[in-house]
């Protein structure tokens, strides 16, 4: 019986993550079926947190409630429910199911329950096969009778790991839990970013100050969220400064705040971010753009936690605690004269390098797993999954622009799918064809894009040329992404609007923001 296998496991001493991992194997051979998933609710999503018989990608994903009918179905009810194979509620894993080339790709066949601790809703677990008939009213029933055996293992999965965090003095750590934010999550499991992830929890819990490092794309501002949101200041705010955006007159204004008549258009008192950010964490992005002079000023709130507005002299104290991000070297920098020593040494008193996507090879299927769930719900398609062959590629490319790049990359592949036929109520696949310039050409490139040879290609492009070719592609592609909105297609590509259009005109492209920009003369 199953219910006799379940409690087996149930009182064998086993690693949480081991203990959910054999649960759904355990359903997978008992019933027969593709895939079993369990998933953990999120805000309003659902997560995987163990699986059998998905694509690698799937266990990135996040399925939205609102995006996923069946799922929210299960998680309002407290029975089992098993779907008709001829439902008309889409699947939330249609092709995602591991299968045989030949073997059809959308489930026909599935059943799950939602799971709950102390009465509130901790989850799901999920059935799914591709052929009909797999599962009748008796597996329903089964599956149903299995529902306390299998909350017992996840309130036992739980209690292990706060009697854990208990027995390693980090009491905090049990609070921090509920603060979590979901677009805070730092999605992986390769063993560079478990590293990462248990540094960053061990120093989250002291004030001092944190520096990021590291290759533009690899994420930071989500690590600095990450740690702002394990630390004691979790429910203090945490405000964002973007210091390569502040203009060298206004940055003391914005950072330390101005009295009224400071300067020409000061018509208020204000304060500054740091005043803003009191009793919580400030987060300095791209600090080694900070002109000198406000770099000595800043140097004056590390060591004496003091700001002084500009055209005053009173002087107010604030209790901030600062992490900094940068993808310079700050170092050379120094020994340049165009950022201070004692600023660098006040700013990494504990340096975090954050690792090139490169160096997560393990990660990679499950970003683009996230990334291929947010385009699926935002292009409208019924279901966006990879083949075997760019899985293949996307392991292969060594990622210089790391997961902001892959992050684009599945972007302009979802819309590129659209743009030449693809069906959004179809399985949509993305082959190969779909990505762009994504594969080296192997004659060019050994390793992580070094050149083969000295002697240059007669076809490579000269340098100017290449990037207007893919600055013009990717305005376009933006455009049509964001239904024509040159508002939006700017936030994508992380530029200012007016930037953006001065850009397009100089790139030759016809600046109309009624439709997509075409090749022409500039306005």
Known sequence: ??????????????????????L??????????????????????LRPVAQQGLVKEAFGRHFELAQHPRLAILCNSREAIRFEPDSPLPDPYDGLIEALPKQHLAVHDCMGMALFIEGALWGAVTLDALEPGTFNEQHRRELQRCSLVIEAMLRM??????????????????????????GADIIGNSAAINGVLEELRVVAQSDLPVLLLGDTGTGKELFARQLHAQSRRANKPMVYVNCAALPESLAESELFGHSKGAFSGATNERQGRFES??????????????????????????????????GTDKIRHVDVRIVAATNRKLQEQIKAKEFRADLYHRLSVYPLHI???????????????????????????????LSPATEQMLLQYPWPGNVRELEHVISRAAIKALSLGEIRTDIVTLSPDYFDGLEPPSELIQTHGAPASNNQPTELLAMREAVEQTQRRLIQEALVYSDQSWAQAARMLELDPS?????????????????????????
């Open 355 to 385: 690792p090139p996507l490169r160096e997560r090879d393990q990660d990679i299927l499950l970003l683009a797993g996230f990334f291929l769930e947010q385009n699926r719900t935002r292009l409208g398609f019924r279901s966006l999954r």
């Open 277 to 310: 950010a009191h009793g919580g964490t400030i987060f300095l992005d791209e600090v080694g753009e900070l002109p000198l002079s406000i770099q000595a000023k800043l140097l004056r709130v590390l060591q004496n936690g003091e700001v002084q507005r500009l």
């Open 24 to 45: 759904v194997a355990s359903l997978h051979s008992y019933f027969s079926c593709g895939a079993v998933v369990l998933l953990r609710k999120e805000q309003d999503s």
């Open 499 to 523: 930037n953006l259009h001065k850009l397009a005109r100089r790139l030759g492209l016809k600046v109309n923001a009624s439709s997509t920009p075409i090749e022409g003369t500039e306005l």
């Open 157 to 182: 999965t739980g209690l292990e790991q706060d009697n854990k965090a208990l027995r390693q003095g980090r009491q905090d750590e049990l609070q921090m839990e509920s603060k979590l934010q979901t």
């Open 1 to 22: 019986m199953l219910q006799d296998s379940l409690l087996a496991e149930l009182v064998t001493n086993l690693p949480g993550p081991v203990r959910l991992q054999k």
